[in-house]
């Protein structure tokens, strides 16, 4: 999986860093700029952008402040705490996946087209509801973790935590 | 409406302190506005997908990426060298090599982090070497690092051309002032604190020795210091729009990065492609739900209410100045600099032109303040990031930071909002 | 009721005045039943999107340009030197027009009623850089101009022998400055005093198309208003199209001058070189669009507004 993201990832950065380039040198060494070529790029850049993020809960590594953990000094404490968060995160990434679900619905009902090249821009869009379901089922396999490592954590030593 | 938006922030805020990531944050913000203030989802998915799509916002990942290669590269390590040859011989110099080459690749990358990953590998063990305390030079390589989101380009100031119709290029300058002062202030600080270190200096050297050195390390560094020429010579000689020359500097690293400093080979490029995806798609999501939260606070009229909440309380420019100050300071403790702008800027600018400050100062105002969120606690990204690369505990850290801080950024960040020539001068003198 | 109505431009300019005295009317007749939020100057941000806003009923009403990516036929109205002046452009797209009507029909596909046209101007060209051979068609003029995303500029733009530059709106202006491109395409006097009046140095009116806004609401908004309130509203709205095509010759010769004052000098072009110009865009933009989005629906229509 991890070696997935990392062909993906590299690729669609250079695929967009290219396409861009490209354009640079047909505009101003050529002087003939390629039409349509950054309505195509939109489609990359926006899987890009959403595996990137698919990544980040993967990898458990979305940005996020820590402020209480901070405080807490026990393992139990911050296992508890790594579960509110995620139950809170679970609420509210699965109510924003039933909203990129009307959003994908509405995208592949109205059928958008790009501007030049008349490509369904479904294609692009259908990009952020799959993302947030895989987001979401990615933070629910770190909760499944972090309760069974509470567990654990609990049948071995109860008690002596400073932040209950 | 109003009591609706506080609540969104006030969700907003418990939210962060519990470590909920920052997107879900924002989400639970946008709840409220949709549960409690009367806002609507329909077509919030559709537009704040749409936005993402701008080329503007491209101009992040690619710049980004650029940042990643360059550390994995050895391009940052050239140059770095190269700034040593000229002070590494000073008692402190070291720490002013620290601080002018993030400076220098901050002319590169766009991002406040390349700074201390491309060198603090590299300049934090060889600082504790020469004597530095490895926190003390942690938090310089740290605290210099946000030099990156002032010396142009810079993404914050891309996000706030783009949420505000501000000229980028205008804003990019306008945080270039600001930035070198910083500079200028990080490294006299340092060479004054410096004295109470035993600091180790290497022999000095006879004048046509440094010679000798000069021009070697130049050649190396050559292909380096070309990146900056090419970058900024590209946007502002009219060749390239910012997010093209993002794309040039990427493509421009790769062969520099496999073949002349021969630090990138193909896994280390997919590693820091995968590091840099990842990190943008971080960002963007947070951006998409930032977005769609700021969308909904201008659907409430929200910035027009806080313009005449806050000037029924009080009319003057400078207690007004003041209040802006410290609350964008407070919000770059506990939010990320490109999200803190997305959500006030729309907000904020009304008032500020409401009382004549100019959008190009105001870019200034916002990008020194959320810079500075970079090593502010509780979320300071850069700090954190430092930490990791120094191996030193965040608490052993935060203490020079903020003295660094306190002497360095804070003067800047007050002079930034009450003398405008520092923030527009660059711009002026060069025709925005 | 409050409705949220969205435009283009900043607060002060004609556009928004229009509007806002509009809202007057309506709020008067309607006894302050109906009010309006005016959101100016892309507040909601473009108006591509904001035209789906109001098709999902996220944003009630718009005055502003045809986003056409939901059905390309909306082009239809975008196609260059479709009217060639005032009394062919009211022809073409005032009310009952064959034009106007397919227009409305594919507005309603995306439940969105059309309440008034909104006459804006004539197209033309902006110049940061000395033009070349201004009038002629055929000539190769070496200059570069952003085009919008848009398939007709960008098919214009090199039928009368420019370089065409597809570029984003909000790095056009920048790109101008900096010599990235050397001009602009798509816009007319009006847009470019807007947007560009800095680095208009030289201003083209070679009529390149009409731009036409449409004031918009949201289908099932407008079908839940009482009857009362919707023949307010309709009746504003035919007052609001009337008075501004009476207004919009005068205001484009006002933008004009506007841009002259703000340094720009207008080059004028001959009426024999509009033409060639007309003839030479028609032949090599029309059959392209036209088969784009279907002859079988499109020519019929063209035919009808042009002969
Ligand atoms: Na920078
Ligand atoms: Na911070």
Not at chain 2, 9 to 19: E, I, N
């Amino acid at each position: 999986m991890n070696t997935t993201f990392k062909y993906l990832l590299t690729g669609l950065l250079l695929i967009v860093a290219g396409a861009q380039c490209v354009q640079v040198f047909t505009r101003y060494i050529l002087e003939i700029p390629v039409m349509g070529l950054e309505e195509l790029l939109i489609y990359p850049t926006l899987w890009l952008y959403v595996l990137g993020s698919v990544n980040a809960s993967r990898e458990d590594s979305q940005i996020r402040a820590n402020v209480l953990e901070i405080f807490l000094k026990t393992k139990r404490g911050h296992l508890r705490l790594a579960v509110l968060g995620e139950v809170l995160s679970i609420g509210i990434v699965g109510w924003l996946t039933y909203w990129g679900w009307d959003f994908f619905k509405y995208t592949l009902r109205v059928w958008k087209e790009s501007p030049t090249l008349y490509i369904p821009t479904f294609y692009a869009d259908c990009a952020l509801f799959i993302g947030l379901v895989l987001m979401t089922l990615w933070t629910l396999a770190s909760l499944v973790k972090h309760v069974r490592a509470l567990l654990d954590h609990s049948d071995e030593e109860t008690g002596g935590e400073q932040n209950g | 409406m109003v009591e609706a938006a506080l609540l969104a922030f006030g969700v907003l805020v418990v939210l962060l302190t519990l470590g909920v990531p920052l997107p879900y944050c924002f989400g639970g913000g946008v709840m409220v506005m949709v549960f409690v203030g009367g806002a609507t989802m329909k077509g919030a998915m559709l537009w704040g997908f749409g936005q993402l799509s701008s080329p503007v916002l491209l101009a992040i990942p690619l710049f980004v990426l650029a940042g990643t290669i360059m550390s994995s590269s050895g391009i940052a390590g050239a140059l770095l060298k190269f700034v040593d040859v000229f002070v590494s011989r000073i008692k402190g110099g070291l720490g002013v090599v620290a601080t002018v080459s993030c400076a220098i690749i901050g002319a590169i990358s766009g991002s406040g982090l390349t700074g201390v990953a491309a060198i603090g590998p590299i300049l934090i063990p060889e600082m504790e070497k020469k004597g530095y305390p490895r926190a003390y030079a942690t938090a310089l390589v740290a605290n210099s690092s946000i030099l990156g989101l002032l010396i142009p380009p810079s993404v914050t100031m891309i996000v706030y051309g783009w949420v505000t119709d501000t000229s980028i290029l205008a804003c990019f300058l306008a945080t270039l002032g600001p930035g070198l002062l910083i500079m200028t202030l990080f490294s006299i600080t340092n060479l004054a604190w410096a004295r109470r270190f035993p600091l180790v200096l290497d022999a000095p050297m006879t004048f046509p020795e440094f010679g000798k050195e000069l021009s070697r390390r130049s050649v190396v560094a050559f292909p380096a210091l070309v990146m900056p020429v090419v970058i900024l010579g590209g946007i502002y000689g009219g060749i390239m729009t910012p997010t093209e020359a993002a794309a040039v500097a990427v493509i421009y690293a790769l062969p520099v990065g496999f073949m002349i400093y021969r630090g990138l080979t193909l896994s280390t490029l997919l590693e820091a492609g995968k590091e840099a995806g990842t990190a943008v798609g971080a960002i963007m999501i947070m951006i998409l739900f930032s977005l769609i939260l700021s969308q909904m606070l201008v659907l409430q009229n929200a910035p027009q209410a806080l313009v005449d909440l806050i000037f029924g309380i009080t009319t003057d420019r400078t207690l007004l100045l003041i209040l802006v100050n410290i609350l964008l300071f407070m919000l770059g403790m506990v939010v990320n600099d490109i999200t803190a702008i997305i959500l006030v800027a729309p907000l904020l600018l009304p008032l500020m032109q409401a009382i004549d400050v100019s959008p190009v100062q105001f870019a200034a105002i916002i990008g020194v303040n959320t810079a500075m969120g970079g090593v502010t606690p509780p979320y300071a990204s850069i700090l954190y990031l430092g930490a990791r690369i120094g191996k030193v505990k965040v608490t052993q850290v935060v203490r020079p930071a903020m003295i660094l801080l306190i002497l360095g950024y804070v003067p800047v960040v007050f002079l930034t909002s009450f003398w405008s020539d520092l923030s527009l001068g660059f711009p002026r003198f060069f025709g925005y | 009721e409050t409705l949220k109505i969205s435009h283009v431009r900043p607060q002060g300019t004609t556009v928004d005045k229009d509007l806002r005295g509009f809202s007057a009317t309506v709020e008067k007749a309607t006894a302050g039943k109906l009010k309006f939020d005016i959101y100016a100057a892309n507040a909601l941000r473009d108006y591509t999107v904001v035209q789906e806003r109001i098709s999902v009923g996220a944003v009630d009403m718009a005055l502003q340009p045809v986003a056409t990516a939901a059905d390309k036929r909306l082009q239809i109205g975008a196609l260059p030197y479709l009217a060639t002046d005032w009394d062919s452009a009211k022809r073409v797209y005032g009310k009952g027009s064959k034009l106007r009507q397919a227009m409305e029909e594919l507005y309603a596909k995306q439940d969105i009623r059309v309440l008034a046209a909104y006459p804006v101007y004539f197209g033309g060209i902006s110049l940061n850089k000395e033009p070349v051979n201004a009038g002629q068609a055929d000539a190769k003029k070496g200059l570069k101009l952003r085009v919008p995303p848009i398939k007709s500029f960008q098919l214009l733009a090199d039928s009368i022998g420019y370089i065409g530059s597809p570029l984003p709106f909000s790095e056009a202006f920048t790109a101008v400055q900096t010599g990235v491109v050397d001009g602009v395409i798509g816009s007319g006097a009006e847009g470019y005093y807007a947007s560009f009046k800095d680095v208009t140095k030289y201003y083209l009116p070679m009529n390149t198309h009409f731009e036409v806004w449409y004031l918009l609401i949201n289908g099932e908004k407008f079908s839940e208003l009482a009857k009362d309130e919707q023949a307010a509203l309709e009746k504003a709205s035919a007052e609001f199209e009337t008075a501004r095509w009476a207004a919009a010759a005068e205001d484009q010769t006002a933008n004009e001058k506007r841009l002259q004052d703000a340094g720009a000098i207008i080059v004028e072009v001959s009426a024999a070189d509009l033409d060639a110009n007309a003839k030479q865009a028609r032949a090599v933009v029309w059959p392209e669009i036209i088969k784009d989005i279907g002859a079988a629906w499109a020519q019929p229509i063209v035919d009808s507004v042009t002969k």
